[in-house]
């Protein structure tokens, strides 16, 4: 189905071949990325928007960065 999306917009789609570079970068660095891993599973996996936001929404606070 990506495929015949892409095909059919007759331009450039920004951020689908990034996430997927994302998605590696992330896992080798061993950094968790919520907002990439849902839009991969968007794009690569066939997940529902609706499904992918409440995922987002339903995420456990968490510290982002460590202060110095």
Known sequence: K???VLA???MVAEGV???RTAMELGR???VELP???VMYEI???GLPVSAAVELLMRR???REFESS
């Open 2 to 4: 990506l495929d015949e």
């Open 8 to 10: 059919g917009m007759g």
């Open 17 to 19: 071949v990034n996430t």
């Open 28 to 30: 080798l660095a061993g």
């Open 35 to 37: 907002i990439i891993s």
């Open 43 to 45: 794009i690569y996996g």
């Open 60 to 62: 456990e606070l968490s």
